[in-house]
């Protein structure tokens, strides 16, 4: 059973309109696809949705549902940024879009030394300054990166995920997005050893803040289909820690194009698999369940 839960649009940075993500959706053959697109934040962003647009994005999406029921589910959701001092999926911001569920993701690192978390920290040009979203562009992330660490990758990779912990440990989402996103930027390993202690270490503290909560992680594959990733979010080892402590899993695309959808969706299947899950969870109309990985 093909499901996505992870879908951007015309509404945020998505490059096709809803509808047409439906459709293709439904062409191969989906029974659920979620939209997440990247909820509005306190300030402006090229990526985000503008607050202003949030009712017409319900509106459109519940629509969409009424056209392709009972054959797919559409569900409405978003992904919400964590940035610690500012924003969260927990603080309540959106709950008049009445959400099917929420992705919780942890783009932005906030440096100790830059100024102080705020919607007013920006530049001329509305950029923030308090911190940098690790998935920016590689030139971009390689000069925060200098500006904010001196160059010190394994710095970096400590602020990343004490963000994710602590987007964890605040809660209020249902499925945990990329949660290695900080990869995207480090092909070849230049920037910092993935296979460090220290980088283990560091991804470790957001393993265990997911022990005991019923967040499901994402297996996604969107870093595969941009060609920045050889493998899905979170890496195989990181996988195989998350099911020995029985923490749900599923598959999402990432999707920012009609052809994301099915794009690398068996590796990460056989992702899940390799690490020992034997079913996926799933989010329907009628609520949570799991699907067998056949």
């Given amino acids: 059973m093909l499901t996505n839960y992870h879908t951007h649009c015309e509404f945020c940075d998505g490059k096709a309109s809803a509808r047409t993500m439906a459709q293709a959706a439904r062409q191969a053959g989906f029974k659920a696809l979620g939209f997440?697109?990247?909820?509005?934040?306190?300030?402006?962003?090229?990526?985000?949705?503008?607050?202003?647009?949030?009712?017409?994005?319900?509106?459109?999406?519940?629509?969409?549902g009424r056209e392709h029921a009972p054959v797919m589910d559409i569900?409405?959701?978003?992904?919400?940024?964590?940035?610690?001092?500012?924003?969260?999926?927990?603080?309540?911001?959106?709950?008049?879009?009445?959400?099917d569920y929420s992705i919780g993701s942890a783009h932005f690192v906030t440096p100790v030394g830059a100024p102080r978390v705020s919607a007013t920290a920006l530049d001329a040009a509305g950029v923030p300054t308090f911190g940098f979203a690790v998935d920016?562009?590689?030139?971009?992330?390689?000069?925060?990166?200098?500006?904010?660490?001196?160059?010190?990758?394994?710095?970096?990779?400590?602020d990343y995920?004490?963000?994710?912990?602590?987007?964890?440990?605040?809660?209020?989402?249902?499925?945990?997005?990329?949660?290695?996103?900080?990869?995207?930027?480090?092909r070849g390993q230049t920037r910092f050893r993935e296979d460090s202690a220290r980088y283990r270490a560091a991804a470790m503290t957001a393993v265990e803040a997911l022990v005991g909560t019923d967040i499901i992680v994402e297996i996604n594959t969107g870093g595969m289909a941009r060609g920045k990733t050889d493998s899905p979010y979170p890496a195989p080892w990181i996988l195989k820690e998350l099911r020995s402590r029985n923490v749900s899993v599923c598959?999402?695309?990432?999707?920012?194009?009609?052809?994301?959808?099915?794009?690398?969706?068996?590796?990460?299947?056989?992702?899940?698999?390799?690490?020992?899950?034997?079913?996926?969870?799933?989010?329907?109309?009628?609520?949570?369940y799991e699907i067998p990985i056949e």
């Fill in 36 to 64: 997440s697109s990247h909820a509005p934040l306190p300030f402006r962003t090229g990526w985000a949705m503008d607050r202003e647009r949030l009712p017409e994005y319900v509106e459109t999406l519940r629509a969409l």
């Fill in 75 to 99: 569900l409405v959701g978003l992904e919400i940024d964590y940035i610690e001092g500012l924003c969260g999926p927990a603080d309540g911001r959106f709950t008049e879009a009445r959400l």
């Fill in 136 to 158: 920016e562009p590689e030139g971009d992330f390689d000069a925060h990166l200098a500006a904010f660490y001196s160059g010190d990758g394994e710095a970096l990779v400590d």
């Fill in 161 to 186: 995920y004490a963000a994710v912990a602590a987007c964890v440990r605040a809660g209020g989402f249902d499925i945990l997005g990329h949660f290695d996103l900080i990869r995207k930027n480090n």
């Fill in 251 to 288: 598959v999402n695309a990432d999707a920012h194009a009609p052809e994301h959808l099915i794009a690398f969706r068996d590796d990460g299947v056989r992702a899940a698999a390799k690490a020992g899950y034997r079913s996926l969870a799933a989010i329907g109309r009628a609520g949570r």
